[in-house]
């Protein structure tokens, strides 16, 4: 039974840098496709940036060239590489299984249940 596991967030500066990690437990990624979603204190969940299990990537306009997400070869681990950080961004960021990878939006739906996600505050 696949389970992920969200790390790496924390409090940074504006215009800083975060990576994030999404662990799978229990089994490996394989050819999944997995995405990244956040939620912001009074906002709904939102999608961030989702990748296919041949390496396709797809980003919201929000984040679209400041972040990039990727995945190990040992298909262990998706990363979240998050640059030129915006107080915006703050939120708790959680990995996701997705049922299928598209390169537009919406983005697709989430399989299995949500963790606790990771925090990430962008603040002076």
């Known amino acids: 039974q696949l389970q992920l596991v969200e790390s790496g967030g924390g409090l940074v500066q504006p215009g800083g840098s975060l990576r994030l990690s999404c662990a799978a437990s229990?089994?490996?990624?394989?050819?999944?496709?997995i995405g990244w979603f956040r939620q912001a204190p009074g906002k709904e969940r939102e999608g961030v940036s989702c990748?296919?299990?041949?390496?396709?990537?797809m980003y919201s306009d929000s984040v679209k060239g400041r972040f990039t997400i990727s995945r190990d070869s040992a298909k262990k681990t998706v990363y979240l590489q998050m640059n030129s950080l915006k107080p915006e961004d703050t939120a708790i960021y959680y990995c996701?299984?997705?049922?299928?990878?598209?390169?537009?939006?919406?983005?697709?739906?989430?399989?299995?249940?949500w963790g606790q996600g990771t925090q990430v505050t962008v603040s002076s």
């Open positions: 996701a299984r997705l049922m299928y990878y598209r390169n537009n939006a919406p983005f697709p739906p989430t399989v299995g249940s």
């Open positions: 229990g089994d490996t990624l394989g050819y999944y496709a």
């Open positions: 990748i296919s299990g041949g390496g396709n990537t």
